[in-house]
């Protein structure tokens, strides 16, 4: 990434996008890890290739209990590569072990979107587990209410806007990255 005189920036951690389902975690962690020139990783894609089975089937057979013990086990590996960029499920920042591994290892960054501009970009898809209820909506406003509040322990946050371009979040992500002490390193 280029800096200020000429100077190139490299990332040094690993940035993990956290946030809800539709939040634009892989669209925007997809441009991101462009813009960055490192390697974009999805956690639920990882565990999806490993299982050779949809997030929806690993919940279905093995239970939510079973899958975020993969996720744990995927998201340690990806923080312990290069520098990346991550995008992970939106129940991975649930949990405070993971909060902790993600602290310890890169940077968690807050995807914040409100209701409406979620479920604009959710509705009508089958592919969302969590959303497989009588009353989505009222669901996808319940997941909102409990996860709000953990998400808001991530190091960063970057609020989406509707009509922003992935291009222009990803450089929203970036400006707010910036100022993160020991994240870039100088290089002339």
Known sequence: MEGEQ????????????????????TAVGTALARALAVPFQDSD?????????SVAEIFERDGEPFFRARESEVIERLLTG???VVSTGGGAFMSEANRE?????????????DLELLWSRV???NTRPLLRTADPRATLAGLIEKRYPVYG????????????????????????????????????
């Open 82 to 84: 290069h520098p990346s």
């Open 45 to 53: 894609e990882e565990i999806v290739r490993a299982a050779q089975m």
């Open 123 to 125: 509705k009508g898809k």
């Open 153 to 188: 322990l991530a190091q960063v946050t970057v609020t989406a806007e509707p009509g922003l371009s992935i291009e222009a979040m990803a450089q929203k992500v970036i400006a707010a990255l910036k100022p993160r002490p020991g994240l870039f390193a100088e290089e002339a």
């Open 101 to 113: 591994m993600i602290a310890r290892l890169g940077v968690s960054c807050w995807l914040k979107a």
């Open 6 to 25: 000429g100077t190139t920036q490299r990332l040094r951690k690993t940035v993990v996008l956290v946030g809800m389902m539709g939040a634009g975690k």
